[in-house]
């Protein structure tokens, strides 16, 4: 389904970035105003570089904003395994102590006597 839909997204936007290419061929001459240089380019250029940079800067800022979220599933997920090791612990503790228990129970207790046993026919 994801797969489709990409398809579906890309194939018109790689169209309209083709036709906008071709139509748009003129020269512009760009000024670095700094420095002493011009540069001519296709419009073309120019406008799909100042998008991929747009999309470039946006993805970065987008990714340091989400930086708070990662972090807070990077914890959560600590405190999980955390939580299951402690759990796993604990358990294997309980059944030492209760075949402790049962040992001890099983145990004949010293100097106790044992009751005569019952006769039923008197």
Do not use: C, H, Y
């Not at 991929?52 to 599933?73: D, E, M």
């Amino acid at each position: 389904m994801t797969r489709i839909l990409s398809w579906v997204i890309m194939v018109p936007f790689a169209l309209v970035v083709i036709v906008f290419s071709a139509v748009n061929r003129d020269l512009v001459t760009l000024n670095l105003w700094p420095l002493p240089n011009e540069i001519t380019v296709p419009v073309f250029t120019l406008v799909l570089a100042v998008f991929i940079f747009g999309f470039l800067f946006g993805a970065i800022v987008a990714w340091i904003s989400a930086s708070s979220q990662r972090r807070r599933a990077r914890n959560a997920l600590w405190r999980a395994e955390t939580s299951e090791r402690e759990l796993r612990s604990l358990n294997n503790k309980l059944q030492e102590r209760e075949q402790e228990l049962q040992a001890v129970k099983e145990q004949p207790v010293p100097g106790a006597r044992s009751l005569p046993a019952s006769s039923s026919g008197q």
